[in-house]
């Protein structure tokens, strides 16, 4: 059976994105070497992803190629018009849950829940998320989106893996407790 991992950069302050979805913070680490932190060999490991419908959006507009040819993708989402715009991309509006577990059984390699945060804590919330690998930025932007909003339930986390990065990046591996 296959994992889903949440694979996501935030701040120190706990934020994925600014109040208006812009990952700007992000984008202005200073990385003269381009190291990628790890995600060309986490990518490796993942057949599927799933996302937000914001999130979607937000990297529809980087206008770049949509990077996860080859692989489906799922946007979860409420608004029952919403239509995708790549291939391999479906649309979960109910039951997500059922949709996760049917695809953890039926995948060869992992799942990737990209985000947004309020999918992130659903996913907490309905036990769907079996291991985090956080990007740690050495950034505080104050206000933003939470990393884990509208109050998740408790849950243990065990550390697996700490890797430290000459840009002041540290990813941090949970696996589930």
């Known amino acids: 059976m296959s994992k889903t991992t949440l694979y996501i950069a ?5 934020k994925i994105a600014r109040k208006n ?5 992000l984008f202005a680490l200073a990385n003269p070497n381009q190291i990628d932190h790890g995600y060309a060999d986490f990518l490796k490991s993942i057949g599927t992803t799933i996302m937000g419908k ?3 959006n937000e990297i529809l507009g980087f206008g770049v ?3 996860y040819k080859g692989m489906d993708s799922y946007i979860a989402t409420t608004d029952k018009e919403f239509q995708a715009t790549t ?3 479906y649309i979960i509006s109910s039951n997500i849950a059922d949709h996760i577990n049917k695809l953890k059984g039926q995948s060869q390699k992992d799942i990737w829940l990209i985000g947004g945060g309020q999918l992130i804590t659903y996913f907490l919330n309905n036990d769907l998320l079996d291991r985090m690998i956080l990007t740690l930025i050495p950034t505080i932007i104050g206000e933003g989106i939470s990393l884990f909003p509208d109050n998740p339930k408790e849950t243990r986390w065990i550390l697996s893996n700490v890797e430290k990065f000459e840009t ?3 990813n941090l591996t949970y696996e589930k407790g």
Do not use: A, I, Y
Request: charged residues 20%.
């Open 87 to 89: 291939s391999e991309t």
């Open 10 to 14: 935030t701040t120190l302050d706990g």
């Open 54 to 56: 914001n999130t979607f």
């Open 168 to 170: 002041g990046v540290v």
């Open 65 to 67: 190629e949509w990077p």
């Open 21 to 25: 979805g812009s990952l700007d913070w």
